[in-house]
């Protein structure tokens, strides 16, 4: 599967312990994006990266969040200190730069925080 | 604020029956609008936007500005288009294209 991939799909944690999730783009994208997905919403922007550089943040995205790109290849999520409020979706997605360029969605990771 | 609205969770026809799913816009300039899809377990993808003002899998969707909508449509329902279905947009007021904005989703039922 040459799609975006993400690791791992699903993650069960304790309220208070960190997390970090993997996604992998499709090679050629420069533009990496990260989406929250809560039960009956759409996804929701986090984080967006071009290459390397971390352009833009959500003010969802708390100080316990952090994400990063090195080397503008595959990037990571971490969150800290886990909330139940966390639970959710987490989606990636990667593009190539410019207008109307289709983003491509990995399959997701299922954050459950009990 | 830039924001998506899709008023319906569940639309529910019978094969063969047209469907219209709904999505109305607020945004200041001019947005690209998007339907994305989501099968039974794959993951979202891009239906169509509304700058390639193409048909695919006999869904169409028109931008009307004045309404700020972008409503997709299909005559004939099949089966296979049960799905979920969000609206989305983009552009430079909310943050620079390909950062979508989603709606809430519709789910679309097909039966038989």
């Known amino acids: 599967d040459t799609g975006v991939s993400q690791d791992p799909r699903h993650k069960i944690t304790k309220r208070g312990q960190n997390v970090t999730f993997r996604c992998d783009p499709i090679?050629?994208?420069?533009?990496l994006y990260w989406y929250r997905q809560t039960l009956g919403q759409g996804p929701e922007f986090l984080t967006y990266?071009?290459?390397?550089?971390?352009?833009?943040k959500s003010r969802l995205l708390s100080n316990r969040f952090s994400a990063e790109r090195p080397k503008g290849s595959f990037s990571t999520l971490e969150i800290q200190r886990t909330e139940q409020g966390d639970s959710a979706m987490y989606l990636c997605?990667?593009?190539?730069?410019?207008?109307?360029?289709?983003?491509?969605f990995g399959q997701g990771t299922r954050l459950t925080v009990v | 604020a830039q924001r998506v609205t899709q008023p319906e969770k569940l639309l529910s026809v019978f094969k063969g029956a047209p469907v219209e799913l709904k999505c109305n816009y607020s945004y200041s300039g001019s947005p690209e609008l998007f339907w994305y899809v989501q099968y039974s377990r794959q993951r979202l993808q891009l239906l169509l936007r509304h700058i390639s003002r193409e048909s695919i899998k006999g869904f169409t969707a028109d931008l009307n500005k004045g309404e700020t909508s972008f409503h997709l449509k299909k005559p004939f329902a099949q089966e296979e288009d049960s799905a979920m279905y969000y609206c989305?947009?983009?552009?430079?007021?909310?943050?620079?294209?390909?950062?979508?904005?989603f709606g809430a989703g519709t789910r679309l039922a097909v039966h038989p």
């Open positions: 989305a947009l983009s552009g430079a007021l909310s943050g620079g294209y390909n950062k979508l904005i």
């Open positions: 090679s050629e994208h420069n533009r």
């Open positions: 997605a990667s593009s190539f730069g410019g207008r109307n360029t289709e983003a491509f």
């Open positions: 990266f071009q290459n390397e550089a971390q352009l833009e």
